[in-house]
Nanobody
Framework: QVQLVECGGGLVQAGGSLRLSCAAS??????MGWYRQAPGKQRELVASITSGGSTNYADSVKGRFTISRDSAKNTVNLQMNSLKPEDTAVYYCNAHWGIFSNSWGQGTQVTVSS
Protein backbone atom coordinates (compact mmCIF):
# COMPACT_ATOMS: atom_id res chain seq x y z
CA GLN A 1 0.00 0.00 0.00
CA VAL A 2 1.40 3.34 -1.06
CA GLN A 3 1.55 5.98 1.65
CA LEU A 4 2.81 9.55 1.65
CA VAL A 5 3.34 11.33 4.97
CA GLU A 6 4.10 15.03 5.03
CA CYS A 7 5.46 17.27 7.72
CA GLY A 8 6.88 20.74 8.10
CA GLY A 9 4.06 23.17 7.51
CA GLY A 10 3.29 26.05 9.80
CA LEU A 11 2.97 29.79 10.25
CA VAL A 12 5.76 32.11 9.18
CA GLN A 13 6.16 35.80 8.52
CA ALA A 14 6.70 37.10 5.02
CA GLY A 15 10.32 36.75 4.04
CA GLY A 16 10.79 33.70 6.23
CA SER A 17 11.53 30.10 5.39
CA LEU A 18 9.95 26.70 5.86
CA ARG A 19 10.99 23.21 4.86
CA LEU A 20 8.44 20.58 3.92
CA SER A 21 9.27 16.89 3.93
CA CYS A 22 7.41 13.90 2.54
CA ALA A 23 8.18 10.27 3.27
CA ALA A 24 6.80 7.82 0.73
CA SER A 25 6.50 4.06 1.11
CA UNK A 26 5.05 1.07 -0.67
CA UNK A 27 6.49 1.36 -4.17
CA UNK A 28 9.25 2.66 -6.38
CA UNK A 29 8.47 6.23 -7.33
CA UNK A 30 9.34 7.96 -10.57
CA UNK A 31 8.25 11.58 -10.37
CA MET A 32 7.72 13.13 -6.93
CA GLY A 33 6.49 16.61 -6.31
CA TRP A 34 4.62 19.21 -4.35
CA TYR A 35 1.33 20.84 -5.22
CA ARG A 36 -0.62 23.50 -3.37
CA GLN A 37 -4.18 24.63 -3.12
CA ALA A 38 -5.24 27.99 -1.79
CA PRO A 39 -8.85 28.68 -0.71
CA GLY A 40 -11.08 29.10 -3.74
CA LYS A 41 -8.34 28.15 -6.17
CA GLN A 42 -7.41 25.03 -8.09
CA ARG A 43 -4.61 22.78 -6.99
CA GLU A 44 -1.42 23.74 -8.79
CA LEU A 45 2.01 22.25 -9.28
CA VAL A 46 4.70 23.91 -7.19
CA ALA A 47 7.71 21.75 -8.05
CA SER A 48 8.54 18.25 -9.20
CA ILE A 49 11.62 16.09 -9.45
CA THR A 50 12.28 12.91 -11.42
CA SER A 51 14.18 9.88 -10.21
CA GLY A 52 17.10 11.17 -12.26
CA GLY A 53 17.06 14.53 -10.49
CA SER A 54 15.50 16.72 -13.17
CA THR A 55 13.42 19.46 -11.63
CA ASN A 56 10.49 21.61 -12.69
CA TYR A 57 9.17 24.68 -10.90
CA ALA A 58 6.15 26.92 -11.15
CA ASP A 59 7.21 30.37 -12.35
CA SER A 60 5.89 31.90 -9.16
CA VAL A 61 8.39 30.01 -6.98
CA LYS A 62 11.49 29.92 -9.17
CA GLY A 63 14.50 31.23 -7.34
CA ARG A 64 12.79 30.93 -3.95
CA PHE A 65 11.90 27.24 -3.59
CA THR A 66 14.15 24.23 -4.00
CA ILE A 67 12.97 20.66 -4.35
CA SER A 68 15.21 17.72 -3.52
CA ARG A 69 14.81 14.00 -3.04
CA ASP A 70 16.59 11.05 -1.55
CA SER A 71 15.59 8.14 -3.76
CA ALA A 72 17.14 5.58 -1.41
CA LYS A 73 14.90 6.80 1.41
CA ASN A 74 11.92 7.70 -0.79
CA THR A 75 11.76 11.20 0.61
CA VAL A 76 11.15 14.49 -1.14
CA ASN A 77 11.74 17.89 0.42
CA LEU A 78 10.73 21.42 -0.45
CA GLN A 79 12.85 24.24 0.91
CA MET A 80 10.82 27.44 0.75
CA ASN A 81 12.64 30.74 1.19
CA SER A 82 11.53 34.35 0.85
CA LEU A 83 7.97 33.30 1.50
CA LYS A 84 5.16 35.61 0.47
CA PRO A 85 1.56 35.85 1.69
CA GLU A 86 0.45 34.49 -1.67
CA ASP A 87 2.30 31.26 -0.91
CA THR A 88 -0.33 30.54 1.76
CA ALA A 89 -2.02 27.25 0.88
CA VAL A 90 -2.34 23.61 1.77
CA TYR A 91 0.67 21.84 0.31
CA TYR A 92 0.34 18.27 -0.92
CA CYS A 93 3.02 15.74 -1.67
CA ASN A 94 2.48 13.70 -4.82
CA ALA A 95 4.28 10.65 -6.15
CA HIS A 96 3.98 8.72 -9.39
CA TRP A 97 4.43 4.95 -9.39
CA GLY A 98 3.71 2.03 -11.69
CA ILE A 99 2.59 3.02 -15.18
CA PHE A 100 -0.29 5.39 -14.57
CA SER A 101 -0.66 5.55 -10.80
CA ASN A 102 -0.06 8.40 -8.44
CA SER A 103 -0.81 9.07 -4.81
CA TRP A 104 -1.31 12.10 -2.59
CA GLY A 105 -0.35 12.96 0.95
CA GLN A 106 -2.85 14.32 3.43
CA GLY A 107 -1.69 17.91 3.01
CA THR A 108 0.06 20.34 5.30
CA GLN A 109 -0.95 23.96 5.89
CA VAL A 110 1.49 26.75 5.13
CA THR A 111 0.45 30.21 6.25
CA VAL A 112 2.53 33.29 5.50
CA SER A 113 1.59 36.44 7.37
CA SER A 114 2.28 39.89 6.00
Amino acid sequence: QVQLVECGGGLVQAGGSLRLSCAASGSIFSIMGWYRQAPGKQRELVASITSGGSTNYADSVKGRFTISRDSAKNTVNLQMNSLKPEDTAVYYCNAHWGIFSNSWGQGTQVTVSS
